[in-house]
């Protein structure tokens, strides 16, 4: 069963266009990081900090949840910092039927395409597959399928200033998990992401 398309919030909108198609980043060992460390903020000439970083993943995050149709579940994954840069996680509670992955792949890289992002790599991998895509801003995002065929997004900053991180403010659309780790494995059935595709 379809959805209605929903619009975007003005923010995440905004963000989205503003990121355009990739430079660098620092990226993470997940193969979603840029090629350079080179800071978002350093080309517009503003000094970007790790919250305003994880902000701008989580619109990001946002945005192309969004974008895939029909809805899937997620929850927050852990934040982590690095020594210049910080990741912001989702974890996709609906069950995502191995004949479906690749659909629910192409619908995120085809919004990537669309919103100015650049793809940097796709894994085809049949148990595995993934797609890392990078902006021109130096944020590097990925979705890719682990464990039990779950899929996970991830969104790395380029390097920026030290700052202390606040958890994300985005309410999940079904059980927040607080604290709790590892999440549990994907658990919600989809009619059309659980299904056999054809």
């Known amino acids: 069963m379809r959805r209605a398309k929903r619009a975007l919030p003005p923010v995440a909108v905004v963000l989205v266009l503003a990121l355009g198609v990739p430079l660098a980043g620092c990226g993470s060992e997940?193969?979603?990081r840029g090629e350079n460390a080179t800071s978002a903020?350093?080309?517009?000439?503003?000094?970007?900090?790790?919250?305003e970083a994880a902000e701008q993943s989580d619109a990001m995050l946002d945005a192309v949840?969004?974008?895939?149709?029909?809805?899937?579940?997620?929850?927050?994954g852990p934040t982590t910092t690095r020594?210049?840069?910080?990741?912001r996680r989702r974890t996709v509670?609906?069950?995502?039927?191995p004949e479906r992955r690749q659909t629910f792949l192409d619908r995120a890289e085809n919004f990537w395409l669309k919103n100015g992002y650049r793809i940097k790599?796709?894994?085809k991998d049949e148990k595995f597959p993934a797609v890392y895509?990078?902006?021109?801003?130096?944020f590097g995002v990925s979705v890719s399928f682990r464990g039990k065929g779950q899929a996970f997004l991830e969104a790395d900053s380029?390097?920026?200033?030290?700052?202390?991180?606040?958890?994300?403010?985005?309410?999940p659309n079904g059980p927040a998990y607080e604290d709790v780790y590892p999440l549990p494995r994907p658990n919600v059935r989809s009619d059309f992401w659980s299904g056999k595709g054809g």
């Open 30 to 32: 997940s193969g979603s």
């Open 41 to 51: 903020g350093k080309e517009s000439g503003a000094t970007m900090d790790m919250q």
């Open 65 to 76: 949840l969004e974008g895939i149709d029909p809805d899937v579940q997620w929850a927050h």
């Open 83 to 87: 020594a210049c840069g910080v990741t």
């Open 93 to 97: 509670m609906t069950v995502v039927s």
């Open 121 to 123: 790599a796709v894994n």
């Open 133 to 138: 895509a990078v902006t021109r801003s130096g």
């Open 158 to 171: 380029p390097c920026v200033k030290e700052s202390k991180v606040a958890a994300p403010t985005a309410e």
